[in-house]
């Protein structure tokens, strides 16, 4: 079994605490609406649209009834919502082979491995979609997102100057990285690391 045969919902340990880890329904809109709530608003930039407005969230709830849009949701054991995921992908595209990966994390429970635990999830989920190329966008000062999608091969691709505007009006950087699916694959078979991804992500 491969990583990317993973089932859901799975527990995982995050600095002594289990976390279920479950894929997203549009049952969890109103979970979702406080979770995204608790969060600053800067850690929303990397999103393209503002997911502090419920009618965002609303068109993200209707959009996982499709094939477009793929989540997953993190719990504590009292239901309280603690990070979420997302594969964005767009079948109408000439893009249609690149899916575009989002990850949150609360406040209170980052530094646990939630992020690392979150972040390889929503890769595994990808590969297992046979997307061919994987990004991921966020503000330069995302030093723990930048640290764990390098681990998994992502490079940084772009840089977009003033690219994003908070809501009082002040400009932030975002750093896109992306992973090329087939090439970072026969690298690692070149050089005889063809279970590297295994070894990144202990089932
Ligand atoms: C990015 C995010 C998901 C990380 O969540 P997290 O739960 O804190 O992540 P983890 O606890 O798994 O930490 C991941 C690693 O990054 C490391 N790290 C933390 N800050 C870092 C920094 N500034 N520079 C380099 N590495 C850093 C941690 O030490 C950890 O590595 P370790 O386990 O080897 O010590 C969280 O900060 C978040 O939700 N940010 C806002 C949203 C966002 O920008 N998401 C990314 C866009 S896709």
Same mark, same amino acid.
Do not use: E, T
């Given at each position: 079994m491969t990583e990317t045969s993973r089932s859901y919902p799975r527990s995982i340990e995050c600095a002594g605490k289990q976390i279920e880890i479950a894929r997203m329904t549009s049952a969890d809109r109103d979970a979702v609406v406080a979770f995204v709530a608790t !969060? @600053?608003?800067? =850690? !929303? !930039?990397?999103? @393209?649209? =503002?997911?502090?407005?419920p009618q965002v969230i609303d068109a993200w709830m209707r959009a996982l009834d499709g094939e477009e849009v793929t989540s997953l949701i993190a719990r504590e054991r009292d239901g309280t919502v603690v990070g979420c995921t997302a594969i964005v992908t767009d079948d109408l595209s000439w893009s249609r082979h690149v899916g575009q990966l989002r990850i949150l994390v609360s406040p209170a429970s980052r530094g646990t491995g939630l992020g690392r635990g979150l972040i390889q999830a929503c890769f595994a989920q990808a590969l297992e979609r046979g997307l061919k190329k994987l990004v991921a966008q966020m503000t330069t000062d995302q030093g723990a997102a930048i640290a764990v999608f390098e681990e998994l091969s992502f490079r940084a691709e772009a840089l977009l100057h003033r690219q994003v505007a908070d809501r009082d009006g002040n400009m932030h950087d975002l750093v896109v990285l992306s992973h090329d699916v087939d090439a970072v694959a026969t690298r690692r078979q070149l050089y005889g690391l063809s279970d590297a991804l295994n070894d990144v992500n202990p089932r």
């Open positions: !969060l @600053p608003a800067h =850690d !929303l !930039l990397f999103v @393209p649209r =503002d997911i502090g407005r």
